[in-house]
């Protein structure tokens, strides 16, 4: 996967890790690669302080938990992968042989 769409994918990872529990980079890491991420702890971090820049996630020392713009762009993400995986599935299933 392309390293661009990757983190967009590692950022919807974390807003759905953090709706559960505050983040620590440290246990981000096994919880992304379970997922089949390939990331290090300074890829993480960067992500995890982009979300802050954009005010979906505030900063408490080495934490971050989720913000209620955080919130609702984790709704608003849901209502579009759920629209787009509609899509893909179904032409996916057009496209398989029988």
Request: hydrophobic fraction near 40%.
């Amino acid at each position: 996967m392309h390293a661009e769409v990757q983190n967009l994918f590692v950022r919807i990872h974390l807003l759905y890790l953090a709706q559960h529990e505050d983040l620590t980079v440290s246990d981000a890491l096994p919880k992304l690669e379970e997922r089949g991420y390939r990331v290090g702890e300074r890829e993480i971090k960067q992500e995890l302080e982009h979300l802050t820049q954009e005010n979906f996630l505030t900063a408490h020392g080495d934490q971050w938990s989720l913000t209620g713009t955080g919130i609702e762009e984790y709704k608003e993400i849901l209502a579009v992968l759920g629209r787009v995986s509609e899509e893909l599935l179904a032409d996916s299933k057009k496209a398989s042989p029988a």
